[in-house]
């Protein structure tokens, strides 16, 4: 019964914001790092940003840098993604994933995503 639910998607205009959660059931997340992924219909899985277990480390791919920021409450056994000055390339399908480390490219859960469209 491990699961992750991602949340907070939605349509929002270039410049504008959306802040995504990833949420687990099941386990909790302090044993976890949780990375962000996401796809874009025709393109990839791309990974987005990744937070250890602890809080103490974050990396960010160099597209999301400066925009995007990842954090975590692991009393609420949530990760968050605040997305600000959104792009309409940001636009894809983004999932969450919870992993032994971050860049382990070990996989224990995936969430089933939530969709972020970036238009005017």
């Known amino acids: 019964q491990l699961q992750l639910v991602e949340s907070g998607g939605g349509l929002v205009q270039p410049g504008g914001s959306l802040r995504l959660s990833c949420a687990a059931s099941?386990?909790?997340?302090?044993?976890?790092?949780i990375g962000w992924f996401r796809q874009a219909p025709g393109k990839e899985r791309e990974g987005v940003s990744c937070i250890s277990d602890n809080g103490d480390s974050t990396n960010y791919a160099d597209s999301v840098k400066g925009r995007f920021t990842i954090s975590r409450d692991n009393a609420k056994n949530t990760v968050y993604l605040q997305m600000n000055s959104l792009k309409p390339e940001d636009s894809a399908v983004y999932y969450c994933?919870?992993?032994?480390?971050?860049?382990?490219?070990?996989?224990?859960?995936w969430g089933q995503g939530t969709q972020v469209t970036v238009s005017s």
């Open positions: 994933a919870a992993e032994t480390w971050c860049g382990s490219m070990f996989y224990d859960a």
């Open positions: 099941g386990f909790t997340l302090d044993y976890y790092a």
